[in-house]
Structure formats: structure tokens, C-alpha cells
């Protein structure tokens, strides 16, 4: 059981190019989401999903985009990076309702 | 708005004793959970802990309990006979059904916990 799968582990972009953070589940989870965390600061929700087919923007939504084509994958675009969106990028999913979200290995994002 | 908070951005404990670190949190919700996670240095998010804010009994896991003051709005984690594995950056996380995030977490800044032999 792979659990939560983010690939890849780090990566370095240029300003402007754009990227896709995979993030895949096995564990059939409805609930789905994208996290960044910077220096200092804890988690910050990016964008979630309820659902497949259902995604809404988090507290720091600007510059990503998501789609949920199926249960198992969430993936997370940077459209045109930037500095400000270097960040380690945390991808987490759990069943419904207040149980424990499992949380992929992260993906360390540096931006030039 | 929910917010955590964590007051302690640094805590050390000897090994094999016990160390506290605290956690506040501010929701109007009753319908509320709230964790403890754990990242060591190798970024892992890891629960430590669960604790469902209608309930009054403190959760426990090994040595791992939290105190739970539901009207004070803490929850502070106990960690008993601390051992090297434990030194990590300590993060207390919330959520409920709030309409605008679906039980999306919320996090504090987190605690840096050395244990030094």
C-alpha cells in the first residue's frame, strides 16, 4: 500500500516556465489537497478537493491551478513560477468527515 | 477564521524526560478535530496524535497524551520519557466542516524540539 505519491521529490525551474506536481492516492480517499510550507510558517492550504470533479481554493490559491479527473490524482500546475513560489509542496488525503489526513512525501520546489 | 497557534518556536528536553508543548486554537465550531504532527528532519508529515474536540477524555498514544482544556481552547501535547528519535518540528493542526475549506486543516507555525542526551 503506496499510501499518498508525490513525484517529483525536488525540483529547480526557471522564472516563467510552468511545471505539474503529481500526487496520486490509493487508499480511495474522497477528500484530497495541496499544501506549501515556507520557513517559519506551518502548512498553508493551496487548493482542495471533495471529490472528483470538485475542486475550491484554499488560503493561498494565487498562481496554481488543480483539476480532479479521478479519486486517485490531484495535481498541482504552477502556471508561470515564480521566486515567491519557492516552497516544499505537501500533497494530503483522508477519508471524509475529521479523520487524519495522510500526507505525501513532499516536493522541494526552488524557482530562479 | 480558525487559527492555531504555537508560542514555542524552540523547546529542549533531556532524554528520558518529559516535555510539554503547548497549542491554542480559536473556532467557533463544536464539530472540531485536532492533531499533532510530527517532521523530522528527513520532512515527513507523521501523526502523532488525534483528539476530537467534543469529547473530554485527553487521547493518549504510548507515550505520546495530550491535555485537552476545551474551554481554555488548548491542547497541549505531553511527551513522556523522551527519547533522541523525538527531536522533530512539532506542528498542532485543526479542522472542522467549515464551509469554505471541508475540514482542510489549519496549522501553526510548529515547535523545533531538541532532545539532548
Known amino acids: 500500500n503506496a499510501g499518498v505519491t508525490q513525484t517529483p521529490k525536488f525540483q529547480v525551474l526557471k522564472t516563467g516556465q510552468s511545471m505539474t506536481l503529481q500526487c496520486a492516492q490509493d487508499m480511495n480517499h474522497e477528500y484530497m489537497s495541496w499544501y506549501r510550507q515556507d520557513p517559519g510558517m506551518g502548512l498553508r492550504l493551496i487548493h482542495y478537493s471533495v471529490g472528483a470533479g470538485i475542486t475550491d481554493q484554499g488560503e493561498v490559491p494565487n498562481g496554481y491551478n488543480v483539476s480532479r479527473s479521478t479519486t486517485e490524482d490531484f495535481p498541482l500546475r504552477l502556471l508561470s513560477a515564480a521566486p515567491s513560489q519557492t516552497s516544499v509542496y505537501f500533497c494530503?488525503?483522508?477519508?471524509?468527515?475529521?479523520?487524519?489526513?495522510?500526507f505525501g512525501d513532499g516536493t522541494r520546489l526552488s524557482i530562479l | 477564521a480558525q487559527t492555531v497557534t504555537q508560542s514555542q518556536p524552540e523547546m529542549s528536553v533531556q532524554e528520558a524526560e518529559t516535555v510539554t508543548l503547548s497549542c491554542t486554537y480559536d473556532t467557533s465550531e463544536s464539530d472540531y478535530y485536532l492533531f499533532w504532527y510530527k517532521q523530522p528532519p528527513s520532512r515527513q508529515m507523521i501523526l502523532v496524535i488525534r483528539q476530537e474536540a467534543y469529547k473530554q477524555q485527553n487521547a493518549t498514544e504510548n507515550r505520546f497524551s495530550v491535555n485537552f482544556q476545551k474551554a481554555a481552547k488548548s491542547f497541549s501535547l505531553k511527551i513522556s520519557d523522551s527519547q533522541l528519535g523525538d527531536a522533530a518540528m512539532y506542528f498542532c493542526a485543526g479542522g472542522g466542516p467549515n464551509s469554505n475549506s471541508g475540514y482542510a486543516l489549519n496549522f501553526g507555525k510548529g515547535t523545533s524540539l531538541l532532545v539532548t542526551p
Open positions: 494530503a488525503s483522508r477519508r471524509t468527515g475529521g479523520q487524519p489526513q495522510h
